[in-house]
């Protein structure tokens, strides 16, 4: 009578242990946030209620939106040091394009996301034509262009008279607030891109062997350059909602939110070798991300402490992914 | 040489990658001090067993036994402690990097910490001496031959008081005057006590320096037998097993007035191209001979646009054609599969359809989106019609054989019809029935009138299939055979330029 009962035990046995490290793997991050989630709901009353959660949101999208963006460089094996500098640049070009033209709201907000796609259009110049190394490359450029934001507002604040410029950052529709519409639009956007258009399958082809690439005809220099200017439109996005919530613009202001938008890349699973990763990964690791910041601040902890559980995660979730793919080869 | 004592005794041993079974029930046993070689094809385990003999991979299942005792080696460290460390067919040197330093990486002889480089410059005095082995020890690692490469990777194994070598494939990238000067080595390290596993599928240079072989098919044991025993003939059967000829489809020659596909002339990338011109008809098959580094695939690279020239020119149909990328020989009809299928072809984390679609997007997208059951019906057909073996479309190119692999490419070249078919090594590390599939495939490439291009180190494969053969050598071109005077003695004279032919 408990033969049935015992044989599929067996049978859920022997699958779970074959299954065990691809899933560790591919959802390893997804079951680490369920569970700090369940955790956060239970120790506090505050948590999961629909104000948190839209806040959580809104908090979390300027760095999902540059996230989402910066997946698609990581995928085509690439690295984009310059978010932060590109992002503080484009909130500057939009707050002096809305102060000094005539270009009204959503016409500066535009000019300033188009001068991210400008620095970002010059990131994959130089990495694939200029032949530098990613990382070096956006470094470099992060330099450049946090030196020309600080010239061209000569080292001071940009600020905005008015409410009006605010629309974008703090403007809400159904009580939700507009930047996260634009996370949503822009993880849409590059989630189909990525799934199922000709460029997505040539970014998964750049990155994951790009000689082989190469050799089926697939343009990988263009490929390359094009999620580099993605990625800078993306953090010109990110930049202008910046802006748009305070009304200031300031050169410095996002200084080490690259690191930010790096951890959820990688918090969520992308992996840094290139040729493989989704969006909704670089989507996840920002929610986990923020999430932290957001339990800590719920739960009256030390947020000193906060910087130094982020790290250890981050260090455990690559550690885990090198060790599952060495299970798995 | 004591014929009693054993040095290494295997029992049982098997190992799986995926769901290739690379060995099973290998039972071996190596006396101390002896040369024994492994021969087989590609394919039958032998590089397997000797990288499990020296750490690199572990046995799934079976035993070892060093010195008599039970060893379970996890890393090739662990290997070395007992004495034993394993010469690849790539040397693994630090490039950068002095011959000194490589030889003493890890064992320097240091001063507190520090490198004391007097007392290491003496030791090497010391060991050039005893071993005969001259090598500059400034020179960079990465600027020697790849014969030099080897001779420091010996080095660093006497260093390292190795009392087993395990040499694979030591003379794939050597030329035969550099072989011969191996194999002097090879039994001077006998003379100094050291016993070495030999692998490699060179049957003459096998019987010219082991004392014993063993041969290996499909991972098994066929037999052991004392060198002075074997002939090639007796080898070649065992290998085989029941003297399985590979047969080849008949050749049909192209129609006395086919078309001319390709003409290249005058090309020239020196060294490794040097006024190379050549001529391929609609439904001709020509080969391509030479040794590795002859300038086979560079021509083929050349023409497919991966590679830049100097000088030439090439004609398709007649027209003239300018090799700028891949992409532009794709779409003018040139396609080419690659020497090395892992690195150059696939895309080793993507789908079977995937990779047979990826340079074909353009014909299953509308408007940049790809349509996934439009695909799935034109690459699936291809993939169903080339009998890859797989359980879905979907899975990784990785969980595939090898030579599931490389049928996967020849489906993305043939998704659409190509002019001309480059096949660089197409059958490298593939078992012998995926090997039969394909000469099936190239014959029928260029029954459909394809003009195709054959690269092969398997001088068989050449002569059963092309229908005239080129031989390279240095960069040129050096001799042409066709169907009267083709033959494996004449190719290997033109290639070696050399009286004596293995």
Redesign the interface.
């Known amino acids: 009578m408990a033969t049935p009962a015992t044989a599929l035990e067996q049978h859920v046995h022997r699958v779970l242990r074959r299954a065990d490290v691809a899933v560790v793997r591919d959802y390893g991050v997804v079951l680490a946030f369920v569970a700090l989630f369940i955790t956060l709901s239970v120790s506090s009353s505050v948590f999961f209620t629909w104000e948190n959660m839209k806040n959580l949101a809104f908090q979390t999208s300027p760095i999902g939106i540059m996230a989402v963006g910066g997946t698609l460089v990581f995928i085509a094996g690439g690295f984009d040091l310059s978010v932060g500098a590109v992002s503080a640049f484009s909130g500057i070009i939009a707050a002096k394009t809305f102060v000094g033209t005539g270009a009204g709201l959503w016409g500066s907000l535009i000019v300033g996301a188009l001068a991210g796609l400008g620095c970002g259009v010059a990131n994959g110049l130089l990495v694939t034509l200029g032949r530098v190394n990613a990382f070096i490359a956006t470094l470099a450029t992060a330099i450049i262009i946090n030196g020309i934001a600080q010239v061209i507002t000569s080292g001071n604040l940009v600020s905005v008279e008015g409410d009006r410029f605010t629309t974008l950052g703090l403007g809400t529709a159904w009580g939700v607030q507009y930047p996260v519409f634009v996370w949503i639009g822009v993880a849409g956007v590059c989630g189909f891109l990525l799934w199922?258009?000709?460029?997505?399958?040539?970014v998964?082809?750049a990155g994951?062997?790009a000689?082989?690439?190469?050799?089926?005809?697939?343009?990988v220099n263009v490929v390359r350059a094009s999620t580099f200017a993605i990625s800078g439109l993306c953090a010109g996005i990110a930049g202008v909602i910046l802006v748009s919530e305070v009304s200031t613009a300031q050169w410095d202001a996002n200084r080490g939110i690259e690191f930010d938008v790096i951890t959820a890349i990688v918090l969520g699973g992308v992996s840094l070798l290139g040729?493989?990763g989704a969006v909704w990964r670089a989507v996840l690791g920002a929610f986990f991300l923020q999430t932290i910041g957001n339990g800590f601040n719920l739960l009256g902890t030390s947020t000193q402490w906060q910087y130094v559980i982020k790290g250890v995660i981050l260090a455990a979730a690559v550690s885990l992914d090198a060790w599952a793919r060495r299970r798995r080869a | 040489m004591s014929e009693s004592e054993t040095h290494v005794e295997l029992r049982r041993i098997a190992k799986r990658f995926g769901g290739v079974r690379a060995l099973s029930e290998v039972d071996l046993r190596i006396a101390r001090n002896s040369i024994h070689a492994l021969v087989g094809e590609n394919g039958a385990g032998k590089s397997t067993l000797g990288k499990i003999l020296a750490g690199v991979e572990r046995a799934d299942d079976g035993e070892l036994l060093v010195d008599g005792r039970s060893v379970a080696y996890r890393s090739p460290r662990d290997a070395l402690l007992d004495g034993i460390t394993i010469i690849t067919q790539e040397p693994t040197l630090v490039p950068h990097r002095s011959v000194l330093e490589n030889v003493f990486l890890g064992v320097e002889s240091t001063a507190v910490g520090v490198v004391d480089e007097r007392r290491n410059a003496r030791r090497f005095a010391q060991l050039v001496a005893e071993t005969g082995i001259e090598l500059p020890p400034r020179r960079l690692a990465r600027s020697l031959r790849v014969a030099d490469q080897q001779k420091v990777e010996i080095l660093r194994a006497i260093v390292r008081d190795a009392r087993l070598i395990v040499m694979d494939e030591p003379t794939s990238a050597l030329t035969l005057d550099e072989s011969d000067r191996l194999f002097e080595l090879v039994r001077r390290l006998q003379g100094f006590g050291t016993t070495i596993v030999y692998v490699s599928h060179f049957l003459a240079e096998v019987l010219q320096v082991a004392d014993t072989v063993t041969v290996l098919r499909d991972g098994r044991v066929v037999r052991t037998a004392p060198a002075a025993e074997e002939t090639p003939q007796r080898l070649v059967s065992a290998m085989l097993g029941r003297s399985v000829e590979l047969t080849f489809p008949e050749k049909e020659p192209p129609a006395p007035d086919a078309p001319v596909v390709l003409s290249a002339r005058g090309l020239s990338r020196p060294p490794a191209i040097q006024d190379v011109s050549l001529e391929i008809r609609a439904g001709e098959i020509v080969g391509l001979a030479g040794l590795v580094g002859s300038g086979r695939s560079e021509v083929a690279r050349a023409i497919?646009g991966?590679d830049r020239l100097d000088a030439g020119t090439v004609e398709l149909d007649g027209k003239p054609l300018r090799l700028r990328?891949?992409?532009a020989a794709?779409?003018r009809g040139i396609v080419?599969l690659?020497e090395d299928r892992k690195?150059?072809?696939?895309?080793?984390?993507?789908s079977i359809l995937?990779n047979v679609?990826?340079?074909h997007?353009?014909t299953v997208?509308t408007a940049?989106?790809?349509s996934s059951r439009a695909e799935r019906r034109d690459a699936g057909r291809l993939v169903d019609s080339l009998d890859v073996r797989t359980r879905s479309k979907t899975a990784r190119v990785s969980t595939l054989s090898g030579g599931n692999q490389q049928k996967v490419l020849f489906a993305?070249w043939l998704f659409r019809t190509p002019k001309l078919f480059i096949a660089d090594e197409p059958t490298r590390g593939v078992d012998v029935g995926a090997k039969l599939a394909i000469y099936d495939l190239l014959h029928g490439l260029a029954k459909k009138g394809i003009a195709v291009l054959l690269i092969s180190s398997e001088h068989e494969e050449l002569l059963g299939l092309a229908h005239r053969v080129l031989v390279m050598r240095a960069g040129h071109v050096v001799a042409e055979f066709d169907g009267g005077t083709m033959s494996e003695d004449a190719v290997l004279h033109a290639a070696f330029a050399t009286e004596r032919v293995a």
């Not at chain 1, 199922?196 to 040539?202: A, C, D, H, P, V």
């Not at chain 2, 072809?345 to 993507?350: F, N, Q, S, T």
């Open positions: 199922l258009t000709k460029f997505g399958r040539y998964y082809a994951g062997n000689e082989a690439a190469r050799l089926a005809g697939v343009r040729g493989e | 497919f991966a990328s891949p992409r794709i779409r080419m690659p690195t150059q072809g696939l895309l080793m984390l993507r995937d679609t990826l340079p997007l353009d997208s940049g989106v790809v993305r």
